[in-house]
């Protein structure tokens, strides 16, 4: 009896607790419901107010520029007597007093330099180059300033080989090959060894020329002769004396057909 009675009480409890889920869940909806709502409502009034503060800002502005360039219409006498601002000595004032000046001059200046190819030009100072700036601008500079990458331990740069005047043939130990004359380094005695150079050149031009009008000629028939005389014996070699002697009559037949006229 006692647990049958257990057993009822249980199953009233899971009813009862059944029941009043989904009753809580409707309670709490509602209110994040109303939340979110409120939420919106207030996001809306906000962008409401903002708008309206811009709006006003921006008719004053307008207001205050028509006012400031003399402009007065739209704008009754009593409110311009309630304005805190004189405008009419705002607008003497600012045609009277000169402009300010602009700091970007001051900061990079007109300066006149000379260009790389001589011209004097006129420029500002943060585009001239660092080679074409003026004496006074250099002077100027600070001491100890390191411009471009920097390196924190000491370089060795050799110091440049000073070019000799004239060429030296004995620091180098080679063969120059049989037509090589070596000059000397002291510049009188290189002179007198190129004047003896030049009238030993001449000379044997000289006599290179007489030799040709002499003999020149001679020299070449003789040889012109030795070569055919070579020629006609391997002639006869190859061809024998009867062809070789045919092949003449044919030639000599040829050359007096071209020496006489046409019939």
Not at 94 to 115: F, L
Not at 209 to 224: E, I, N, P
């Amino acid at each position: 009896m006692s647990a049958s009675l257990l057993g009822l009480k249980a199953e009233l409890e899971r009813t009862r607790a059944s029941a009043s889920t989904p009753r809580s869940r409707s309670s709490t909806s509602k209110p994040v419901k109303s939340a979110a709502t409120q939420g919106s409502r207030k996001r809306q009034q906000d962008e409401v107010s903002h708008d309206q503060v811009r709006l006003s800002l921006e008719r004053k502005a307008r207001t205050y520029a028509q006012l400031s360039s003399g402009k007065y219409a739209g704008v009754s006498d009593a409110a311009l007597l309630e304005s805190s601002i004189d405008w009419t000595r705002k607008l003497h004032e600012d045609q009277s007093s000169p402009p300010p000046e602009s700091t970007d001059n001051d900061a990079d200046p007109m300066v006149e330099y000379m260009d790389e190819f001589g011209r004097t030009r006129v420029s500002h100072l943060s585009e001239i180059p660092r080679h074409l700036l003026p004496q006074q601008e250099e002077e100027e500079e600070e001491e100890n300033v390191i411009y471009g990458p920097a390196q924190s331990f000491p370089v060795y740069n050799p110091t440049p080989r000073v070019a000799q005047k004239k060429f030296d043939a004995a620091e180098e130990l080679r063969y120059r090959g049989a037509a090589f004359y070596r000059f000397s380094t002291d510049q009188l005695q290189r002179e007198r060894q190129m004047n003896e150079l030049a009238q030993q050149h001449a000379h044997t031009h000289a006599i290179r020329s007489t030799a040709q009008r002499k003999g020149g000629m001679s020299l070449l028939k003789t040889r012109l002769a030795e070569r055919a005389h070579k020629v006609h014996d391997e002639r006869l070699r190859i061809l024998g004396p009867a062809a070789v002697h045919q092949r003449s009559q044919r030639i000599q037949q040829a050359r007096l057909a071209a020496l006489l006229p046409p019939t």
